[in-house]
């Protein structure tokens, strides 16, 4: 029998391996302040100093979460109605009330379908959704850049996963015509903007494929929810709402609240409720978080656009003045990829160093090979923080 030193000594050799490949993760000591970064690093005489960095890290695309103008307005008229603050207990016991319900029912109106349902995370979400969904019967056709949580809910499920080129909707075709008929369910999964890429999925051409070859599609919007399509997302914005199954979202980025959610079919908003275990077996989200979320997309975000016009115009800007640089994507998430991890985290550090907070991302959140500097934008930024970090980085060498 091994010992519990043996155990470690394997764990401690697979962190030196990440080290010594330049993939070693760290939680930093962080602080955000509204489009900033106050980063505590520690000096070599032990002390810590603050550094204040314009934050291009945050998937907090509209600034949400530091409007506090937003906040203190909602604090007013959550705390003034008595509401409770959490509610410890699964949803399907005692976890929940009117908001959870007032909120999946704007949902279903926004989105124009049937029902929605609140889940814990956009992880949350995937799992439980592919894992309940399909079975070993079953096949998935993924986007080979989909997110690791549609991966893992479909590898629980133990249904047979074929992956397709990126975006590549004639790969997908061969695929289907040559395996979808081997499987009883089959289901096509996409995201709308890639996380990682900051590219768009043809929704139009995936419901094509759909409905040619009889299997569900599956659209997450984690990352476009909120900004595309007058703040609904990208199947609305290319007129594809009716011809998408399912589609998840989350609160966690644009909405800058917690959370995520499905909207669907009621039957298959049902089939959820008594079937997926990450809903079942997982304590609510917390009330407040819920209310916020609610506020946010009905006082603000579904409201009017100025906020989404603000984040295109700083898009804009950005990849024009950066046009000598290969920037992937269309969107304002604008990765610089340069393939080897040490060039990735040097760059990283060289940014920071000058007030710039744009991390490393590596294997394994991208493939091998493409470490990247993933460049997000967000709403609360101006004109004149894109015109620096362009001139800086158009004169790093890489």
Known sequence: MKSSGECFAFYSNALN?????????????????????????????????????LNFSSNDYLGISSDTVLRNSFLKEYLSSGAKISNPSARLLCGTNSVYKELEEFLSKVFNKERALIFNSGYHGNVGVYS?????????????????????????????????????YEDLRAKLAKYRGKYKKAIIS????FS????????????DLKEEFDTLLIIDEAHSFG?????????????ALSRVDLILATFGKAIGSYGAFVVGSGILIDYLINFARSFIFSTTLPEISVAFSYFALRE?????????????????TLRTLL???????ESYIAPVVLRENEK???????????GFYILPVRYPTVAKNTARLRISLNSGMEVEDIKRLADFLNGMKF
């Open 17 to 53: 391996e990440l080290k010594n490949h330049s993939s070693f993760r760290q939680i930093r000591d962080i602080k955000q302040d509204g489009k900033y970064i106050i980063l505590n690093e520690t000096q070599n005489n032990g002390f810590q100093t603050p550094k204040k960095l």
């Open 300 to 316: 603000c975000i579904l409201k009017n656009n100025a906020l989404q016009k603000k984040l295109f115009l700083l898009n804009d």
């Open 344 to 354: 990735a985290v040097m760059a990283s550090k060289t940014l920071i160093k000058n």
């Open 227 to 239: 900004v595309y399509g007058d703040g609904v997302g990208i199947c609305k914005e290319q007129n």
């Open 323 to 329: 046009k000598e640089r290969e920037i992937l994507g």
């Open 196 to 207: 990682m890429d900051g590219d768009i999925a043809d929704i139009n051409k995936l419901a």
């Open 132 to 168: 309940s969904l399909l079975n070993s019967d079953d096949v998935v056709f993924v986007d080979k850049l989909n997110h690791a949580s549609i991966i893992d809910g479909i590898r629980l499920s133990k249904a047979q996963i074929i992956p397709y080129k990126h975006l590549d």
């Open 190 to 193: 996409s995201e709308s903007l």
